[in-house]
């Protein structure tokens, strides 16, 4: 065979197996490759942009998380906001007990036992309340601490020995001094009630008392009173007395309350006019306009209700 022969013979078998290639199912050009391997080495940095600034429309995964988290913290801060208004007026009408003993009382307050010890003085009668002398001889003075500037005047007091007995008193004085919180000094009658006057001095405990009285009270001006300036006093309150108010105009004027336990109005404002007297529960009592007579004491019918 010669070589011319078998050139063309390869010839001939190199296009048919050309052919056959072209015919294979699947087979795609250069073009084709081309455009996949560019839709590949697109996907990662799709990937990347998402991650950097999520779409507009929100469809991706870390898009959407984003905009949840934004969501959940403007909602949280109006419900804590609402949370905080709706509990302040809640929390004003917890702070006004409805028997007001929390806000009016002083240091001597309702169901509460104190301790101390009792000594005695010979009480003849007034004190730094300056009450008048009575035939009530069972008395006391209140040390400085729990006088509080003359809160405790007219305050009565159940006083418990160590032995048992007990005495109810009315304080009417001050015991300054050496007197420590807890401690009152009693009338010599009161304390023989609950030891022999040789023991001078004994411990004692001690609480608030709302007796029963037949007694009303009374008001007095004090002594230099007039229209213009005026001390004003109550006497014979059952329970101790937290406020004193004048009329003023259509409203009440709440009167600052002296050591010496007169309430004082220094411009004259509600001078012999009606008064309004607040206990440590938070009764109120109004009494009429009364004259102002310099140290006189003028009675009521009013008297606040026992506890």
Known sequence: MSKRWLFLSAAAVLIVVSLALVLLPGHKDDEDVKSVAGSATSVPSATVSAAKSPSPSGTSSASARASATPSKKPSATPTAHATTASAAPAATK??????????????????????????FYDADGGGACLYDPSDDVLTGAMNTTDYEASKACGAYVVVHAAGGASI??????ECPGDCAPGQIDLSAQAFAKLAAPSAGRIPITWNLASPSTSDTISI?????????????QAIGHRNPLARLEVR?????????????NYFLSEDGTGCGGALRLTDIYGEQL????????????????LQFAQH
């Open 94 to 119: 917890a702070a006004r007990p409805a028997s007001g003993t929390a806000s009016l009382a002083g240091r001597i307050r309702p169901g509460v036992t104190y301790r101390g010890v009792a000594t």
């Open 168 to 173: 109810t008193v009315r304080i009417t004085n």
């Open 220 to 232: 007095r001006y004090k002594t230099g009173s007039t229209r213009y300036w005026c001390g004003i």
């Open 248 to 260: 003023a105009g259509s409203g009440w004027r709440q009167l600052a309350r002296a050591d010496y």
């Open 286 to 301: 109004t009494v009429p306009a009364l004259a102002v007579r310099a140290n006189v004491t003028q009675a009521t019918r």
